[in-house]
């Protein structure tokens, strides 16, 4: 069982940045591929960010490359998304999740190959 906490959110204007970390419990965070999605009012829960276990891999969504940058800390059993070059199109909730298993492009952007999710951080983004 893996339980995760999501912190760093808030109101920021729009060509700000955010770090948003992912705290997770249990001995066995390295062993976790991680990924962080994002819902914002209306829409579907969508893929932003994953990375592997080892941090050697990573995937982003088209509309985030080149401005977000996922990473993580096995030692602190945290996975990061910092945030850059914000705009209104990135207020959502931002959720991180993990999930067991060796580590695919396409498994790391599906929402159903998770296995376990946080509550949640709002992110809202003005102009």
């Known amino acids: 069982q893996v339980q995760l906490v999501e912190s760093g959110g808030g109101l920021v204007q729009a060509g700000g940045s955010l770090r948003l970390s992912c705290a997770a419990s249990g001995r066995t965070f390295s062993s976790y591929a991680m990924g962080w999605f994002r819902q914002a009012p209306g829409k579907e829960r969508e893929f932003v960010a994953a990375?592997?276990?080892?941090?050697?891999?990573?995937s982003y969504a088209d509309s985030v490359k080149s401005r977000f940058t996922i990473s993580r800390d096995n030692g602190k059993n945290t996975v990061y998304l910092q945030m850059n070059s914000l705009n209104e199109e990135d207020t959502a909730v931002y959720y991180c999740a993990a999930r067991r298993g060796p580590y695919t492009t396409t498994q790391a952007m599906s929402v159903r190959a998770y296995d376990y999710w946080g509550q949640g951080t709002q992110v809202t983004v003005s102009s």
């Open positions: 990375i592997s276990w080892s941090g050697g891999s990573t």
